[in-house]
């Protein structure tokens, strides 16, 4: 008798996980499973693409500052001066 409680149990556990399961599956198949999948997919790859350009901007950034200091040149591209601020002349 416990024999036989004890497989009916199992029996139901497994017909209970199933059902759940199976339900599951075929929600991620219906039109607005595959529509939600579609859109977290999207929303993911925004995310990296996204969060490479900001590695990049600030790698360029960097880049940029590193090769600004070893080269001596200010905000405008032109050798910095100590001592002389750097000004424009006219164009007229």
Do not use: C, H
């Not at 591209?77 to 100590?82: I, K, T, Y």
Request: net charge negative; hydrophobic share 40%.
């Amino acid at each position: 008798m416990r024999r036989r409680l004890f497989w009916f149990a199992v029996g139901v556990g497994v017909t209970a996980l199933l059902v759940v399961k199976g339900r599951e599956i075929y929600e991620r198949f219906t039109p607005k499973g595959v529509t939600e999948q579609v859109e977290k997919t999207a929303r993911s790859a925004q995310a990296r693409v996204t969060e490479f350009f900001d590695t990049l901007s600030s790698a360029m950034n960097e880049r940029e500052a590193e090769l600004r200091e070893a080269l001596s040149l200010d905000e405008t591209g032109l050798p910095a001066q100590e001592g002389t601020p750097v000004q424009e002349s006219d164009r007229s």
